[in-house]
């Protein structure tokens, strides 16, 4: 693994300790918060599975289509993640800090098998392992 990898995952964690600590602190564990967790941790376990598959897949087809795997993800996954928030406000039946807390936990965890499988695609293809 490259020094640039390592100093990646290393953020990346650090980044969800922080995460999990803010969680910890913001969100209320009544019924709404709650359900913003569940709601959270569905979504982020979806977009975990799910960018795994697609992101190897793109990977296989080369860079420029992984880049452009990796830019329409992001954009989905924001706009998925803004227009519940919104709903989630007007409703007033999901906790929308605790939701956002939550998916960004995962969406981190996303974010670091990301940088694994392209350090591994990038070792394939020059030889290492």
């Given at each position: 693994?490259?020094?640039?990898?390592?100093?990646?995952?290393?953020?990346v964690?650090?980044?969800?300790?922080?995460?999990v600590?803010?969680?910890?602190?913001?969100i209320?564990?009544?019924?709404?918060?709650l359900?913003?967790?569940?709601v959270?941790?569905?979504?982020?376990?979806?977009?975990?599975?799910?960018?795994?598959?697609?992101?190897?897949?793109?990977?296989?087809?080369?860079?420029?289509?992984?880049m452009?795997?990796?830019?329409?993800?992001?954009?989905?996954?924001l706009?998925?993640?803004?227009?519940?928030?919104?709903?989630?406000q007007?409703?007033?039946?999901?906790?929308?800090?605790?939701?956002?807390?939550?998916?960004?936990?995962?969406?981190?965890?996303?974010?670091?098998?990301?940088?694994l499988?392209v350090?591994?695609?990038?070792g394939?293809?020059?030889?290492?392992?």
């Amino acid at each position: 693994m490259t020094r640039t990898t390592t100093a990646g995952l290393f953020a990346v964690g650090g980044f969800i300790v922080l995460l999990v600590a803010a969680s910890a602190a913001f969100i209320e564990l009544d019924a709404e918060g709650l359900r913003g967790t569940a709601v959270g941790t569905g979504l982020g376990l979806v977009n975990l599975l799910v960018g795994y598959v697609i992101t190897r897949r793109a990977l296989r087809a080369g860079m420029k289509s992984a880049m452009r795997t990796f830019l329409t993800g992001f954009l989905a996954r924001l706009s998925v993640v803004v227009v519940l928030m919104i709903a989630f406000q007007r409703t007033g039946s999901v906790d929308p800090v605790a939701f956002a807390l939550t998916f960004m936990v995962f969406f981190f965890v996303y974010m670091g098998v990301e940088v694994l499988l392209v350090e591994r695609s990038l070792g394939a293809t020059r030889g290492g392992a």
